[in-house]
């Protein structure tokens, strides 16, 4: 009811302000872009089709989809609102969307609906940033962290550890539970903080490790545990959304808090340190020290005193961002791949296969996990991001005036673009692909007309595999466009973070774990949508092997 009682204020509000300025208040389609007729002619525009579909589904991102261009049988669309407001153009074809993201950035920029929505809470994060001078200043300043190499020496082993205690941990509430399922998600999010804190920070939080303790003192009738003072970093779980209330506020400044106090120690141990010292990277233990050691090697070349590391609100909000997406979304899509080895045992069964046939002798080393060539486990671990859809979709503004699949897209425009790859997508005239499209089917392959698009609702790690002339099996990164992390200069920076983590979790929970088959109740993948897509049902069942 509040839901409705706000949305009716807000529609007020839109016809009035269009009134009083002189607009018209039926909406304005942008021309050649296909639309929603009867939408065109009432002053609400399509949101009175988008609000029962939200209520329905609970995913913000798909009820867009599912009334433009999903309801129309077209790759392009556009989303109809009150005057005032110029419409949104949606787009959800896959090919296109990734020449967008990777090859069209002189035509396409974040648009002001994406910076608006993370501005109140990372302002300063390249995030919530167009691109200038100033983001490009900030990205270079961050971009070693995210170097393969550096990650294998700052995350890769605070990750296999975190997940060695997530396997206690499950071990353990295996025994509690006995054959009754329980949620994975928070258990996730908290081996995933271990990891994350450790590597940004350099500091073990310990979460996973209070959270066995916990347990084991509960199923010991200890109730003194309960008073035990939460490890350091659980404030990051706490509700993010809530921006410009005092809960947010008190939030973000225990955020600053935590983090500067870890930034001041790391400062003061570098200022100690001679010229020549500074410039080895050997005292680098985690992200944070990389880049503050850098910088107090630029000041003291420069004979300048270094910025007090608490107020440099940039890197704080970067730090931020990646704490939270570090956590959050990987939790989310840990979570998913758990739903997708209950419901097709079969796949995980094949996945055991291959990754006891490549470490025979057990638990491998974080070294051996990412060292060795399993194609099957790239195949799995790509195939869940892809049908997890945990980044639904994101935002572009066009720059300039342009066209997409043969419609024209003016300077300003808004383009809201699917990332989830979950269903096969309407045809296209092929002629009205851009030369840069066409160029990478040309080269890649069209996955959709191949063995890799079909039935793209179930989870298939081989679509990801093909055969050599010799007949071995290898892993095939472009059999589908992969949209989970975006693409391109504004994609997900935590990219190889991310899949470098799935890949230790998965190998080591695969090896260790088999998750059983879960009552009716449990089997559901409807899903719930705020800033990242999760299960509605994060539940497993498992048994040690």
């Known amino acids: 009811m509040l839901f409705y009682i706000l949305l009716g204020f807000l529609l007020v509000v839109f016809i009035l302000m269009a ?29 009175p089709s988008l609000v029962p579909v939200i209520q329905a589904i609970n995913e913000f991102s798909s009820s867009i989809f599912a009334i433009t261009t999903q309801k129309l049988g077209k790759p392009i669309a556009q989303m109809l609102f009150p005057a005032i407001r110029k419409p949104l153009i949606i787009l959800e074809y896959p090919r296109e969307i990734e020449d967008i993201v990777l090859r069209r950035n002189k035509e396409f920029d974040k648009a002001p609906m994406a910076i608006d929505a993370f501005a109140p809470m990372f302002p300063h994060a390249s995030l919530s940033q167009f691109t200038t001078p100033k983001l490009k200043a900030q990205k270079r300043l961050w971009a070693d962290v995210m170097s ?27 025994t509690v539970y006995k054959d009754r399922p329980f949620s994975v998600h928070e258990d996730f999010q908290n081996a995933a903080l271990d990891a994350i804190w450790v590597a940004m920070i350099g500091e073990e939080p310990d979460v996973t490790r209070h959270e066995i303790k916990k347990l084991q003192s509960q199923v010991a009738g200890n109730s003194d545990y309960k008073n035990e003072p939460l490890p350091r970093g659980t404030f990051l779980k706490e509700e993010k959304l809530e921006t410009y209330t005092p809960r947010y506020r008190k939030f973000r400044k225990t955020v600053t808090t935590e983090i500067g106090l870890a930034m001041e120690k790391a400062v003061s141990q570098f200022q100690r340190l001679e010229m ?19 910088q107090v090697l630029e000041a003291k070349k420069a ?5 007090n590391p608490r107020e440099d609100q940039s890197m704080l909000d970067e730090m931020f961002v990646m704490l939270v997406g570090g956590h959050d979304s990987t939790a989310n899509a840990l979570t998913w791949f758990v739903r997708f080895m209950e419901a097709y045992p079969a796949t995980q069964a094949e996945l055991r296969t291959a990754l006891k046939a490549a470490f025979p002798s057990g638990n491998p080393s974080v070294e ?46 808004e383009v809201f673009m699917n990332y989830h790859v979950n269903h096969t997508p309407a045809p296209v005239d092929e002629s009205k692909r851009t030369a840069g499209s066409k160029a990478a089917a040309a080269k890649f392959g069209d996955g959709f007309q191949s063995n890799a698009g079909r039935d793209l ?55 260790n774990l088999e998750f059983l088959e879960l009552p009716e109740d449990f089997k559901t993948m409807s899903a719930s949508e705020k800033i990242f897509r999760q299960p509605d049902k994060p539940y497993a069942r498992l048994r040690s092997l």
């Not at 009134?19 to 909406?27: A, D, Q, T």
């Not at 020549?276 to 850098?294: K, Q, W, Y």
């Not at 004979?303 to 910025?307: I, K, N, R, Y």
């Open 19 to 47: 009134w009083r300025l002189g607009f018209g208040i039926y909406p304005k389609p942008y021309l050649g872009i296909p639309y929603n007729e009867e939408s065109a002619n009432r002053i609400t525009g399509d949101i």
């Open 148 to 174: 393969a190499e550096f990650l294998r020496k700052a995350a890769a082993p605070n990750i296999h550890k975190a997940t060695l205690e997530l396997l206690d941990l499950w071990r353990l509430k295996a």
């Open 276 to 294: 020549g010292n500074l410039e080895a990277e050997e005292f680098d233990t985690c992200m944070m020290d990389l880049v503050l050691r850098r």
């Open 303 to 307: 004979e300048q005193p270094l910025t």
């Open 368 to 413: 051996e996990i990412l060292g060795t060539d399993i194609p099957y486990l790239d195949a799995a671990c790509e195939e869940s991001f892809r049908l997890a859809g945990v980044a639904k979709g994101n935002l572009r503004q066009a720059t300039v005036d342009t066209e997409i699949l043969g419609c024209k897209i003016p300077k300003g425009a």
């Open 457 to 511: 609702g179930a989870f298939e790690p081989r679509r990801w595999l093909v055969k050599e002339t010799t007949g071995q099996e290898v892993f095939n990164a472009h059999a589908l466009p992969s949209l989970s992390f975006g693409g391109g200069y504004r994609g997900c920076s935590g990219r190889k973070l991310a899949s470098m983590e799935f890949r230790i979790v998965v190998s080591l929970l695969i090896l």
